[in-house]
C-alpha cells in the first residue's frame, strides 16, 4: 500500500480493495517500525487517526468522498491542531497544546484525510537541516549519517521512508523544496498568498508559504487543490477564483521556453549534480522544450538580503513567547524582567537566538536605514530580474540545492555555510513566486532535485512540467532499500 500514489490509493479506497482503517493501520505500523531510525515524528495521533478514518470509511460508502477522502497524512509541527501539542520544535512550546486549527488543517479535515501526526522540523523553522530542533536531528532515510534537509526535514523523511503517503511543509527561504530534494520528493511552494497562513506559526511572515510534499507532481496538485484558497482570517491571502491545479498535467510541452540563470549554474554548485541536471534538461528537450540561458544580475545579493529580513521579521513575530501567555515559563522568576529573560533565554535554541539577535540589531534605530531599509530595495531588485525573465522565457530551471544531502554535524558549526544550502531557494521566496523541486536523479547514492521557478500564478503549469518529466524518468519511483 505505501508504494502507490493518491490517485492509486484513492481508487483503491472507492473500489473496497481495501478500508481507511486497514490503510491508516498500515502507514502507523510503519512509523512504529521504522521511525525510532529517523526520529521524523514529534507527536503520533494514533487513537484520532483511527476516528477519523472510520468516519472516512463512512464517506466512501455513502458516496460523498473527496480526491484526498481516507488518505493518512502528516503535518509539520508548525501548523496549530486543536487539542493537539503543536511544538514548532521548540523546547519554548513543547507544553503547548493549540486551542484552534490552522485553515490548512481544517481543510484537510473536511477533504477527509487522516491525520497520522505531526513531524519533527528545525526549532521555528530556522534550519537547512533539521538539526535546530530541539527533539534532535532528523535522520534521512537514503543514508542515516545525512541530513534530510530543513526545516520541513521531518516531513520529507517521514514521506522518503513511506510512513504517510503525503506530507504538508511550509517554506520561508527553501523549507519544502530543499527536503524534497535531498529526499527524492516533490515539494512545492506556492505563490505567496494562495495558501492561509492562519494557524501556522510565524516566522517570517512577508515569506512564509505553506505548500505539498508527495512523491509525483500529480499528487502536489491535488493536495494544492486541498489546501490552497482565500481565507479572510489571513490579511496577505489572495481572493482568486479557485483552480484545480491537475488541469494541464497533460499538456504537451511542446513549445515551451525554459531559461538557465546563469548565476545558478556557476561556482558553488557540485560538478556532478550540474551533470545529472544536463540529463534532466535533455528529457525536457526530448519533449519539446527550448533552452536558453538567462541572467538574474541581483542573484548574489539574495541570501544577504534574506538574512536581514527574514531575521527581522522573526525578532518581531517571536516577541510573543514571553513566559507569560503560553508556553515555556522558567521557574521561580523573581520579577517580571527575570521571568522575560530566563523563560526566552532557557526556552529558545541557540539558531533561533542568533537570528532574534540580528533580526533585532537591524530593526534598530540608527541602523534601520543601513540594512532592513536596504534589504527591501534589494528584495524589489530580486523580484524585477525575474520580471524581466519572464519576458524572455516561459519558466526557469535550476538546481534546488548546490549539493546532494550533507553528513549530520557537517555544518552545525558555520552557519553561513549552512545558509548558503539555499542560495537557489530564497530569491523565490523574496520575490513571492512558485517554485517547485522534483526528483532528477542521484550523486553518490544521494538524491538531487531540480527546481522549476514560474512566475505568479503559474503552479499549474510547473506541475504540468513536473509531470512530462515523470512520464519520462522514474526517479521519483526509487524506495530507500531500509524502508522497502
Ligand atoms: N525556513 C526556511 O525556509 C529555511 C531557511 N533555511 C531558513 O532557515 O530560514
Known sequence: MHDLTLTELSNALQQRKF??????????ERIKRYDGQLNSVITLTEELALQQAQLADSRLQQGTADALTGIPILHKDIFCTKGIKTTCGSKMLDNFIAPYNATVIDKFESAGAVMLGKTNMDEFAMGSSNETSYYGAVKNPWDIQAVPGGSSGGSAAALAARLA????????????????????LVGLKPTYGTVSRYGIIAYASSLDQAGPMTHTAEDAGLLLNAMAGFDGKDSTSLERPPEDYTRHLQDSLKGLRIGLPQQYFGDGLNADVAQQLETA????????????????????????????????????????FDG?????????????????????????????????????????????????????????????????????????????????????????????????????????????????????????????????????????????????????????QQIPSAFT
Open 19 to 28: 478500508s481507511s482503517v486497514e490503510l491508516t493501520r498500515h502507514f502507523l
Open 165 to 184: 503517503p503525503m506530507a504538508t511543509g511550509t517554506d520561508t527561504g527553501g523549507s519544502i523544496r530543499q527536503p524534497a530534494a535531498l529526499c527524492n
Open 281 to 320: 534538461i535533455a528529457v525536457l528537450k526530448q519533449l519539446g522544450a527550448t533552452v536558453k540561458t538567462v541572467d538574474l544580475p541581483n542573484s548574489h545579493l539574495s541570501v544577504p538580503a534574506y538574512y536581514i529580513i527574514a531575521p527581522a521579521e522573526c525578532s518581531s513575530n517571536l516577541s510573543r
Open 324 to 476: 507569560v501567555r503560553f508556553g515555556y515559563r522558567c521557574e521561580n522568576a523573581v520579577d517580571l524582567m527575570d521571568l522575560y529573560k530566563r523563560s526566552r533565554g532557557e526556552g529558545f535554541g541557540a539558531e533561533v537566538k542568533r537570528r532574534i539577535m540580528i533580526g533585532t540589531y537591524a530593526l534598530s534605530a540608527g541602523y534601520y536605514d543601513a540594512y532592513y531599509l536596504k534589504a527591501q530595495q534589494i528584495r524589489r531588485l530580486i523580484s524585477n530580474d525575474f520580471k524581466q525573465a519572464f519576458q524572455e522565457v516561459d519558466v526557469l530551471l535550476s538546481p534546488t540545492s548546490p549539493t546532494p544531502a550533507f553528513n549530520i554535524g557537517e555544518k552545525v558549526d558555520d552557519p553561513v555555510t549552512m545558509y548558503l544550502s539555499d542560495i537557489y531557494t530564497i530569491a523565490i521566496n523574496l520575490a513571492g513566486i512558485p517554485a517547485l523541486s522534483i526528483p532528477a536523479g542521484f550523486v553518490q547514492n544521494r538524491p538531487i532535485g531540480l527546481q522549476l521557478i514560474g512566475n505568479y500564478f503559474s503552479e499549474s503549469r510547473l506541475l504540468n512540467i513536473a509531470h512530462q518529466y515523470q512520464q519520462q524518468t522514474n526517479w521519483h
